[in-house]
């Protein structure tokens, strides 16, 4: 199938959302719903870029284009990089055949494993989960990502939020897992994507404030081709102090609205304008 953004073109003020997430990662609303909601919305442009999926990017556009709503291939893949973490937003590859498939494929894996390990030492400590059914019925009542244990916990009335629930999945032998910054980067260019560093801004929850310092030598390191300027979670001096590092080091940037479709994190329209370069570079022009 051809994409819908195969030689797409859109007007500077299109609203687009190139960062959203369903049920495949950690948002609330299956792909379905959520393609629904954007077409009813009258977005032009969207990337889903559920956390580590390569593999549902071409069944999300399947969906997409019975409503005519583009969906720029995507993903934003946990990553580390010399023991910080960091989020990369893929843009742009053949979701059928990259190098980014086997390298997500192996995160996602790992855990899973990681995630039936710690359900199997809660349960040995004597926490027991009759509702698991219930509880994670979008998944089909199956343990998908790590925070499922920290869910179920909460649903239990084991832990009084999801903090507490975190903090006693880290003590059951919860691990964060994720890929190399830098085999990342080279698997999205091997697969014909750009690579943009997710959210830089944020600071909270053990993300990496990425200030113009860190990213020169992240960037000294690493080709990255751009970075997340616009986010819920930028202020408006860290919007502008990171809109004036693209222009000065000629780097992408990219807008969007990190969804997860929970009330206050909801796609948000950004004029097409703003992410001119990137959007040309991946081949959707602005006229």
């Known amino acids: 199938m051809t994409p819908l953004t195969h030689d797409l073109k859109l007007s500077p003020d299109a609203p687009i959302d190139l960062h959203m997430h369903t049920t495949y990662s950690d948002g609330r609303w299956p792909a379905q719903q959520l393609i629904d909601y954007l077409v009813a919305e009258g977005f032009a442009l969207v990337a889903v870029t559920d956390h580590d999926r390569v593999d549902t990017v071409a069944g999300i556009q399947v969906l997409a284009a019975e409503k005519q709503l583009p969906v720029l291939a995507g993903v934003e893949v946990s990553t580390e990089w010399n023991g910080k973490m960091g989020h990369v937003l893929c843009y742009g590859f053949n979701p059928e055949q990259n190098d980014l498939y086997p390298l997500t494929q192996k995160v996602v894996r790992l855990q899973l494993e990681n995630t039936h390990e710690v359900h199997a030492e809660l349960q040995r400590q004597g926490y027991e989960f009759p509702r698991q059914q219930e509880v994670l019925a979008q998944n089909g009542g199956k343990l998908s990502r790590p925070i499922d244990n920290a869910t179920l916990l909460v649903q239990h009335g084991y832990a009084p939020n999801t903090q507490a629930a975190l903090a006693m999945i880290t003590k059951a032998g919860f691990r964060s897992i994720v890929a190399d910054m830098a085999e990342t980067v080279e698997a999205a260019h091997k697969s014909g994507a750009v690579s943009l560093i997710a959210h830089p801004g944020r600071r909270e929850r053990g ?21 997340e300027v616009y986010h819920p979670y930028h202020s408006s001096e860290t919007i502008r102090i990171f809109e004036e590092y693209v222009q000065k080091n000629h780097l992408l940037y990219s807008t969007g609205s990190d969804s997860h479709s929970l009330p206050g994190r909801m796609p948000i329209k950004h004029r097409a304008e703003i992410s001119r370069l990137l959007l040309e570079q991946l081949g959707i022009s602005i006229h």
């Open 207 to 227: 993300f990496t404030f990425y200030e113009p310092s860190l990213l020169d030598q992240l960037r000294a390191e690493i080709p990255i081709d751009g970075i």
